[in-house]
Nanobody, 120 residues
Framework: QVRLVESGGGLVQAGGSLRLSCAAS????????MGWYRQAPGKQRELVAT???????NYADSVKGRFTISLDNAKNTVYLQMNSLKPEDTAVYYC??????????????WGQGTQVTVSS
């Protein structure tokens, strides 16, 4: 079993910055990729950004140039630096990890979510 613990959410004014962190712990053989998704009220969960253990990054068009994802492989921790925040970035942000918890199996894990609120 793998546990994901998120931190760093909060309330910020438009144009401000926040940094989210997500630490993975437990039965981890290797992390293949980690990422962030978000879900605003009344909307479906959407991808924000992902990163592989090799450093390949993917961003939603809506956050390109404003958000930066990074991964500390030694700490099994993924970060999301969010700059120039907009009210439309308001959502619950969820951490996701694609983990090889034993050599022959890959599993998908989710964090509990952290609220990000951007005021106008």
């Amino acid at each position: 079993q793998v546990r994901l613990v998120e931190s760093g959410g909060g309330l910020v004014q438009a144009g401000g910055s926040l940094r989210l962190s997500c630490a993975a712990s437990g039965n981890i053989f290797r992390i293949n990729a980690m990422g962030w998704y978000r879900q605003a009220p009344g909307k479906q969960r959407e991808l924000v950004a992902t990163i592989t253990s090799g450093g390949s990054r993917n961003y939603a068009d809506s956050v390109k140039g404003r958000f930066t994802i990074s991964l500390d492989n030694a700490k099994n921790t993924v970060y999301l630096q969010m700059n120039s925040l907009k009210p439309e970035d308001t959502a619950v942000y969820y951490c996701n990890a694609d983990v090889r918890d034993v050599p022959w199996r890959t599993s998908d894990y989710w964090g509990q979510g952290t609220q990000v609120t951007v005021s106008s």
